[in-house]
């Protein structure tokens, strides 16, 4: 099975960058499309981005188009999500996840990771 760990949250203030990693430990990494989802108290999971097998496609929700930026590198079996100008409305358990296809429907991913946190202070 595919285990994915998540890195790199933390606190940071308003206006500036975090980028998170998202680690996995199957050789197949590479044939696996790649998404972010976040999670605040209170609230249902919401798509952020994902990234097909190959790179060439991405997709963004609209709140986070222009600041995010998702990338992997198949060589290390990982995937990235670059946050600029991160605002609070941003603070949430961020989750990486593989699936099949690149898609922001949530149903489609097959392994999650365990998250992790980023404040974003104002």
């Known amino acids: 099975q595919v285990q994915l760990v998540e890195s790199g949250g933390g606190l940071v203030q308003a206006g500036g960058s975090l980028r998170l990693s998202c680690a996995a430990s199957e050789r197949t990494f590479s044939r696996y499309a790649m998404g972010w989802f976040r999670q605040a108290p209170g609230k249902e999971r919401e798509f952020v981005a994902t990234?097909?097998?190959?790179?060439?496609?991405?997709v963004y929700a609209h709140s986070v188009k222009g600041r995010f930026t998702i990338s992997r590198d198949n060589a290390k079996k990982t995937v990235y999500l670059q946050m600029n100008s991160l605002k609070p409305e941003a603070t949430a358990v961020y989750y990486c996840?593989?699936?099949?296809?690149?898609?922001?429907?949530?149903?489609?991913?097959?392994?999650w990771g365990q998250g992790t946190q980023v404040t974003v202070s104002s």
């Open positions: 996840a593989a699936s099949t296809t690149a898609q922001a429907q949530i149903n489609v991913y097959d392994y």
């Open positions: 990234i097909s097998w190959s790179g060439a496609y991405t």
